[in-house]
C-alpha cells in the first residue's frame, strides 16, 4: 500500500475539507467517522465506506490493519503520521477514520411513536450524547429543526458512539407539521412548571421536545406541547446541561415501562 505523505495530494485535500467545513460536508454529501469503533460499528451495520484512511503508525495495532487490509485496494489511503494531525486532531488520535456517504433523511413515517424532536441545537456533543441516550433508551426516531447542528458531522459522530447507526435521523423538520394528529403526550420541560417529570405517566407514546443549550424552545413549538414539566433539582444548580436533561427524561420513561 503507497505511503501519502504530501499535504497537496488530491486525496489528502479532499479529506482535510471534509473533516474542518460543514459546508462541504453537505454540498458533497459525505462526511468523515474517526476511529476503528466507529468505522466497525458503520461496517456492522451494512454501511460501505468511500474511503479508508490510517495513520502509517496506527497499523501496528491488529484492529486497524484487519479495517485497512479488509478494504478494497482502491479505497484505502496509507498516511504519514504527520498528515493526519493536519486532517484532523481527533483523527490523529484514533488513527483510523472513513469517508461515507451520509444518509438522505427519509420521510416521516405515519406513525412516530416514542420519539425525540430537538430544535436549534447547536453543540455537537449535545447532540451525539442525545443521539446515544435515544438509541440507548431503545427510542427509533429523532427529528432536528432545521437551525440544528449538523446531525453527520464528525463531533456528532464521535459523540453518538455509533449511535447514529441504529436511529432514524431527519432534519430540517417542521415540528408542526411532524406533530399533526400525534397520539400521544408532547412533552417539553421547563423548570418553572410546577408538574414533577417523575408525577406524570409516561408509558404510552411520548414526543419529547428539547430546545437549544442557551434559549430553550422557541415560544411556537413550546404551544406544540401538551404536558409541560420541571426535572426536580434539590441542589442549588439553576439549570442541567441539555443532554443530561434528556437522558433523564428518557430513562424515566424506561423505569415507567419497565415496572408497569
Known amino acids: 500500500m503507497k505511503l501519502v505523505r504530501s499535504r497537496d495530494n488530491p486525496q489528502v ?25 466507529l468505522v466497525q ?4 451495520d451494512g454501511g460501505v465506506a468511500e474511503t479508508i484512511f490510517a495513520a502509517e503508525s496506527a497499523l501496528a495495532r491488529p484492529e486497524v490493519r484487519k479495517l485497512v487490509e479488509s478494504t478494497p485496494a482502491g479505497s484505502r ?4 503520521d504527520s498528515l493526519m494531525g493536519q486532517i ?8 483510523v477514520a472513513a469517508v461515507i456517504r451520509t444518509p438522505e433523511s427519509p420521510p416521516l413515517p405515519d406513525e412516530l411513536g416514542t420519539c425525540v424532536l430537538l430544535e436549534n441545537i447547536q453543540d455537537p456533543g449535545n447532540l451525539g450524547s442525545i443521539l446515544r441516550s435515544a438509541a440507548a433508551a431503545g427510542i427509533a426516531h429523532v427529528l432536528l429543526s432545521r437551525g440544528s447542528v449538523f446531525a453527520w458531522a464528525p463531533k456528532v459522530v464521535r459523540a453518538g458512539m455509533g449511535a447514529h447507526f441504529g436511529l432514524s435521523i431527519f432534519e430540517d423538520v417542521d415540528f408542526e ?3 399533526n394528529g400525534y397520539r400521544g403526550r408532547v412533552i417539553a420541560t421547563d423548570p418553572r412548571e410546577a408538574t414533577p417529570l ?10 419529547w421536545l428539547f430546545g437549544n443549550e442557551g434559549g430553550g424552545l422557541t415560544q411556537a413549538v413550546r404551544r406544540l406541547a401538551s404536558d409541560r414539566v420541571r426535572i426536580p433539582m434539590p441542589g442549588e444548580t439553576e439549570s442541567l446541561n441539555l443532554a ?17
Do not use: N, W
Not at 460499528?41 to 456492522?44: S, V
Not at 443530561?244 to 424515566?252: G, K, N, R, T, Y
Open 13 to 37: 485535500k479532499a479529506l482535510i475539507g471534509l473533516a474542518s467545513s460543514s459546508r462541504e460536508r453537505r454540498r458533497s454529501g459525505m462526511t468523515v467517522i474517526e476511529g476503528e469503533h
Open 41 to 44: 460499528a458503520f461496517r456492522d
Open 77 to 80: 489511503i496509507l498516511l504519514a
Open 88 to 95: 484532523s486532531q481527533l483523527i490523529s488520535a484514533a488513527g
Open 177 to 179: 407539521t411532524a406533530l
Open 198 to 207: 417523575y408525577a406524570l405517566d409516561l408509558r404510552g407514546p411520548v414526543a
Open 244 to 260: 443530561a436533561s434528556a437522558a433523564i427524561c428518557l430513562f424515566e420513561q424506561v423505569r415507567q415501562r419497565s415496572t408497569r
